[in-house]
C-alpha cells in the first residue's frame, strides 16, 4: 500500500445575509455538518479504525470556526469528536484559498460571492476521502451568504502531483513543501494566469 494518501471532503456552507460584497471576502464564523466519507487504510485521527487493505464508508460531524480574519489571512481550527486541527490559511488575489495545518493542505476557489471550493490532501499511510454538507451556526460571515463546497481529490506521489486544475505558482508552493515532508509555510506569489477581481465589485465565478 502506498505510503502516500489524500484526503477531500465536499462541503456547502451558509450564513445569514448581511452587508454588500468586498473585494476581500469576510469568512469569519462558525460551521457545522456531517461528511460522507471513503477510508483507505487506518483513518486519520478524524476516521480512525483497524488498517484494511479495502476502502471503507464513514460518517463524521465536523465543525470549522474561523475565528481570525485580517485582510486576505485568516486562521482557525477544524474539528470532530476525535480531534482538532488548527491552520493558517490565505485568500489570493484572484479569491484562492490556500490553507495548510500539522499534516495537509487545502486549496480552494471562490467562485462567487456566495459560494467557494476547497479540496483538503493529506499526507499520511492512510487515505480518507469525505463529503460533508454544513451549516451555519451563530453568527456568519459579514458579507452575505456563504456556501463552501469542497471537491474531490487529485492522486499524488512524492516528487510530483496530478491534478485537473491549473496552479498558480503559490498553489505549487504549498504541493512542493508538502511533498518534502516538511511544515509549509504559506505565501501568495502572484503569475500571469491569475486575474484579481475588481476593487470593491463581487467575486466573478471561474
Known amino acids: 500500500m502506498s505510503k502516500l494518501a489524500w484526503i477531500g471532503f465536499f ?18 464564523g ?6 460522507e466519507s471513503i477510508i483507505l487504510g487506518a483513518g486519520n485521527p478524524h476516521h480512525a479504525a483497524a488498517p484494511s487493505d479495502q476502502p471503507r464508508l464513514n460518517s463524521v460531524a465536523f465543525t470549522v470556526t474561523i475565528d481570525k480574519q485580517d485582510g486576505r489571512r485568516f486562521s482557525g481550527t477544524f474539528s470532530s ?7 493558517v490559511a490565505v485568500i489570493s488575489r484572484n479569491n484562492t484559498i490556500l490553507l495548510v495545518d500539522d499534516d495537509g493542505y487545502t486549496v480552494g476557489t471562490i467562485l462567487a ?3 467557494m471550493e476547497w479540496c483538503y ?3 499520511s499511510q492512510a487515505a480518507v476521502v469525505a463529503l460533508s454538507v454544513r451549516q451555519a451556526s451563530g453568527p456568519g460571515p459579514s458579507k452575505g451568504p456563504m456556501e463552501v463546497r469542497v471537491g474531490a481529490p487529485w492522486s499524488m506521489k512524492m516528487g510530483t502531483t496530478r491534478s485537473p486544475w491549473r496552479y498558480d505558482a ?18 501568495y506569489a502572484s503569475s500571469a494566469a491569475v486575474s484579481p ?8 465565478p471561474r
Do not use: E, Y
Open 170 to 187: 503559490a498553489i505549487r508552493h504549498v504541493l512542493q513543501s508538502a511533498n518534502l515532508r516538511r511544515p509549509a509555510i504559506l505565501h
Open 81 to 87: 469528536s476525535r480531534g482538532n486541527d488548527k491552520f
Open 113 to 115: 460571492p456566495n459560494r
Open 30 to 35: 462558525t460551521w457545522k455538518g456531517n461528511s
Open 11 to 28: 462541503a456547502i456552507l451558509t450564513a445569514a445575509p448581511a452587508s454588500a460584497q468586498t473585494a476581500i471576502p469576510d469568512l469569519r
Open 121 to 123: 490532501m493529506h499526507l
Open 197 to 204: 477581481i475588481s476593487q470593491g465589485g463581487p467575486v466573478t
